[in-house]
């Protein structure tokens, strides 16, 4: 089965960086694209990057354009969310996310990690 393992995750103050790493297993890691969302506490579930299986595509949302970088290593079956220029909004857990189908742009996450706590204070 498909098993997605985060980590890098915990307390930093605000304006430091940060690399989350995940590791996934169980599937054919160069044929699908990947994603990361976070929960805000007392908040849904919000899309923040996702990255094309080749790496040579990219998207964002809004929130996070310009100071969060995904990318990804085929050969160590892992991807990453570099994360500079951190606010006390950016407070949340941390899921990566693999797809069940191979599309895109479009995408649909259907496996999730069981996800890593960032915490910025301010």
């Known amino acids: 089965q498909v098993q997605l393992v985060e980590s890098g995750g915990g307390l930093v103050q605000a304006g430091d960086s940060l690399r989350l790493s995940c590791a996934a297993s169980?599937?054919?890691?160069?044929?699908?694209?990947m994603g990361w969302f976070r929960q805000p506490p007392g908040k849904g579930r919000e899309f923040l990057a996702a990255?094309?299986?080749?790496?040579?595509?990219?998207n964002y949302a809004d929130s996070v354009k310009g100071r969060f970088t995904i990318s990804r290593d085929n050969a160590k079956n892992t991807v990453y969310l570099q994360m500079n220029s951190l606010k006390p909004e950016d407070t949340a857990v941390y899921y990566c996310?693999?797809?069940?189908?191979?599309?895109?742009?479009?995408?649909?996450?259907?496996?999730w990690g069981q996800g890593t706590q960032v915490t910025v204070s301010s």
């Open positions: 996310t693999a797809p069940s189908s191979r599309t895109w742009p479009v995408y649909v996450p259907a496996y």
């Open positions: 990255i094309i299986w080749s790496g040579a595509s990219t």
């Open positions: 169980g599937l054919t890691f160069r044929s699908y694209a």
